[in-house]
C-alpha cells in the first residue's frame, strides 16, 4: 500500500460526436466476449449511454485484470455498471469508509472531532497512513463500523476480521453508495461531515493523485482516495474513488481491479477507464492528465 510518483502531462481538448448507436462492445469482438459481463449506461442526455458503454468496453479490451466500474452523474443523470456486485479486498480504498463511519458516529454522539482524530484523519485520507488506520479502525471496533455499513445500504461490504481492515470486501456498487453519500445531501453523513470528507479527499498528496482524476476537465475539482495492494492470489489490486465537482461537474467513478501483473497495470487500467468517462461526460472541455499511461 506504499505510494507511487505520478507523472504529469497535458491532454489536448477533444470534441467527441455523440451517437445514438446503443454499442455495448466493439464490433468483432461481441462473439468472443458474449458470456463476460458487460458495461451498462442509462443517461438522460442523448447518445451519452451509448457512447460511454462503447468507450469504457474500448478502454477495457485487451487488459487481463478483472475490473469493475461504477459511475455517476447527477447533472445528467447518468449512471455506468459493470461488474457491481463483484467483490474485491479493499486496500486502502476502505479509509473512506473508515473516515465516513467516524463522521456518522461523531455525530450520532453530538460533538466535534477530537484533536487526534483530526490528525489521524487527515493522515489516513491524504497520505493514506496506515497506523493512522489502525488507530482509528480499533477505536469504532467492527460492530459500529457494520452499523454505518447498515446505515448506509453498503449490504455486500464485508468489513476484514482481526484488523485487517485492508481485507474489507468491497463491491463497486456499495462504494457508489459511499461516494453518493459523500457527495449529496442525506440522512446518514451531515453536511458538515461530506464537506469535510470531500476536503481530505481534495488534499492527497502528489504522488497518489493518479488514478480516477486522469483526463478530468480542468475546470472540476477531483477529490481521490486510491488503494493497491499485492497478494500471493489475485495479484496486484488497484482501485480508485474520485468525485468531481464545480463549475457544473458532480459525479464520482469508482473503478476495482485485482489480477493485475503489477500496481503500474492496475493503475493503467483504472486511468483508461477514467479517461473514457471523463472524457464522454465533458467533450468540450480541457483535459488536466494527472495518471501515469
Not at 60 to 81: F, K, Q
Request: charged share 20%.
Amino acid at each position: 500500500m506504499g505510494h507511487i510518483r505520478a507523472s504529469r502531462r497535458v491532454l489536448a481538448a477533444a470534441v467527441v460526436a455523440g451517437t445514438a448507436v446503443p454499442v455495448v462492445v466493439g464490433a468483432g469482438a461481441a462473439d468472443a466476449i458474449a458470456a463476460a459481463p458487460r458495461v451498462r449506461c442509462s443517461s438522460d442526455k442523448a447518445g451519452l449511454a451509448a457512447k460511454l458503454q462503447r468507450d469504457i468496453t474500448t478502454a477495457l479490451r485487451g487488459r487481463t485484470a478483472v475490473t469493475a466500474v461504477s459511475l455517476h452523474d447527477r447533472t445528467t443523470n447518468t449512471v455506468c455498471t459493470l461488474r457491481a456486485e463483484q467483490k474485491f479486498d479493499s486496500a486502502s480504498t476502505v479509509k473512506v469508509t473508515v473516515l465516513a463511519t467516524l463522521l456518522w458516529d461523531v455525530n450520532r454522539q453530538n460533538r466535534h472531532l477530537t484533536t487526534r482524530e483530526t490528525e489521524l484523519a487527515t493522515a489516513m485520507i491524504t497520505k493514506s497512513d496506515n497506523d493512522a488506520t489502525t488507530a482509528l479502525w480499533r477505536q469504532l471496533g467492527v460492530p459500529k463500523v457494520k452499523n454505518f455499513l447498515s446505515a448506509a445500504d453498503m449490504t455486500r461490504t464485508v468489513p476484514g476480521s482481526n484488523g485487517h481492515w485492508g481485507l474489507t470486501q468491497i463491491t463497486a456498487g456499495d462504494e457508489q453508495k459511499l461516494m453518493d453519500l459523500i457527495t449529496g445531501r442525506n440522512s446518514v453523513l451531515s453536511d458538515r461531515a461530506r464537506a469535510y470528507a470531500l476536503k481530505l479527499m481534495n488534499k492527497v498528496v502528489a504522488s497518489q493523485r493518479w488514478g480516477t482524476p486522469a483526463g478530468a476537465p480542468s475546470s472540476a475539482v477531483f477529490h481521490v482516495k486510491n488503494g493497491w495492494l499485492s497478494r500471493a492470489t489475485h495479484g496486484w489490486r488497484v482501485h480508485g474513488l474520485g468525485a468531481f465537482t464545480g463549475r457544473g461537474h458532480d459525479y464520482t467513478i469508482t473503478v476495482l481491479t485485482h489480477d493485475n501483473k503489477t500496481m503500474a497495470a492496475g493503475v493503467a487500467t483504472t486511468e483508461a477507464v477514467a479517461r473514457a468517462i471523463h472524457k464522454g461526460l465533458n467533450s468540450t472541455a480541457n483535459a488536466v492528465e494527472t495518471g501515469t499511461g
